[in-house]
Structure formats: C-alpha cells, structure tokens
C-alpha cells in the first residue's frame, strides 16, 4: 500500500520560514519523480517543486528564489524548505510521487495546511 504523509505545516508570519517533509512508504522511492502542489481555496492545484530521481529539480515561477525542495532516498524523504512566506503562499500543500516510465502509477499524500499571515 503506498503512503505519503506530508508534515511540518502551520502558521507563520510574513517573512518567515517552515520546512515541510514527506514521507513515503510503499514504492520503490527512488525511481520516481517528487513533487509538491499546493491548492489554495477556490484555485486549482499548481506545481510548487519537483525533483526527479536524478536529482533534476523545477519550480513554479512564484517560488523561484524562495524555496527549495530536496530528497533523501536513502530513507524515502522529501522536503521543500520555504524562505521568506508570503500571504499568497497559504494554501494546501500535497506531496505527489510519480513513475516517470509507468505514469498510472501517480500518488498523492493528504496534504498540510500552510497559513502565512500576521
């Protein structure tokens, strides 16, 4: 059964930092393709961060600069380290894990919740 359980969500001020984690279960961790997708209320999910198994990393536009997202296969990990939040940035953040070759096999934790307010 494959599990990603997202962590390390919460309230922070304007300016502030949180480091988000997830930890997967169930797949052959580092043949796959991680990302983080947040979903703001009203608003379609988007692409924060991914990281393919090589290393290779892409970012959506509003987070260059700000974010960066890692991994560690040896314990089938992910992190996004978020910089200098900004009120946009509140919204649903959901880890994916994706088969580059096998693309039906596409999972999806439950999210955290990120809140950047003062």
């Known amino acids: 059964q494959v599990q990603l359980v997202e962590s390390g969500g919460g309230l922070v001020q304007p300016g502030g930092s949180l480091r988000l984690s997830c930890a997967a279960s169930?797949?052959?961790?580092?043949?796959?393709?991680m990302g983080w997708y947040c979903q703001a209320p009203g608003k379609q999910r988007e692409l924060v961060a991914t990281i393919s198994n090589d290393g290779r990393t892409d970012y959506g536009d509003s987070v260059k600069g700000r974010f960066t997202i890692s991994r560690d296969n040896a314990n089938n990990m992910m992190y996004l380290q978020m910089n200098n939040l900004k009120p946009d940035d509140t919204a649903v953040y959901y880890c994916?894990?994706?088969?580059?070759?096998?693309?039906?096999?596409?999972?999806w934790g439950q999210g955290t919740q990120v809140t950047v307010s003062s």
């Open positions: 169930g797949i052959r961790f580092r043949l796959y393709v």
């Open positions: 994916n894990a994706k088969n580059p070759i096998f693309t039906k096999q596409n999972y």
